[in-house]
DNA sequence: GCATGTCAAGTTGTG
DNA sequence: CACAACTTGACATGC
């Protein structure tokens, strides 16, 4: 099982910078392209330094910022990476995470955020939705990310009317988005067994969040889900990749949605220990519940 | 300096 | 019907 922490450290000198577009609004097109250039250039020399932390660590897979080029989309103040003044220091720092990344066996994936949403009936937000996923995959082959991970989306009163959206969107995106694209089973809306279907289709993997599937159930058991999850993984030639967490306010009253701090280990299914897999933690307590999960799995093997 | 409100975007569910 | 949750800062502003 191989661990991976989600985008932030709490006790590593590693912070990502970002800016707002109303803040780039109030600068003349220079002054935008130099300030974004100077968050660009620290946010991956930043990188750097998560990857040699997360190897110090002994950590095996590091999900990346999606504003790791902020604002790079938005209609008013976005740019691409040949428009920076460092574009090149820039592109040279990728290659050194793309080689670092590779000699230690770092997987490295992305996770897009709630507005990408590729079953919307509105065609602007799948049209934006397809214009980030694209940015993400640009960085992603530019460091050598494998995954761009995101929900099915919303439902709107007819959740086979929004697969049949999602299917048509997906299967017609271009071949750098849709070679590194995944789906998650999420916590409200759509199930593994949702999703499945969907994803054998098409050939993309799925994403098992045991978390959601726990919050939002569908009658497969984590067994199945992470047998039928795998083989969409087995079928590409790819490792399986799971979500795990644990519930800030327990399983068993108040909303077990909002994640704990740490993993309590009772919520690590049996059936992954030992399994080839990558599993990202969603803890609030970033690496050292990273940390403190392979501990506790390293002596629980002893 | 330090505290506080704000920040592009979508959708669902709750009060 | 309005607003928080998702997930979470970091930045900008104002004292």
Redesign the pocket.
Known sequence: MRLGL???FINEPV?????????LS?LDRDDQLHKLSC?CHDNARNLCLALEAAQRLGIGAFRIM??LF??????DV?YSLGDLPDGDAIIHLFGAIRSFAVQHDIRLSFHP???V?LS???ST?VA?SIQ?LEYQSQLAEAVGADVINIHG????GDKSAALQRLSRVVSALPESVRSRLTLENDD??YTVRDLLPVCQQLSIPLVYDVHHHRCNPDGLSVEEATRLAGETWRRVGREQYCHLSSPKAGWGSG?P???ADYIDLADVPECWRGREMTVDV?A?AKERAVVRLMEYLGRERT
Do not use: W
């Open positions: 989600c985008c932030l912070s990502f910078r970002t800016t707002t577009a109303k803040a109030a968050i999606s504003p902020p604002r790079m989309t938005h209609p976005g955020d709630q507005f949403v919307s009936p509105h937000v934006n980030e989306g919303g439902v709107y409200t809306s909303n949605k909002p994640h969603e609030k």
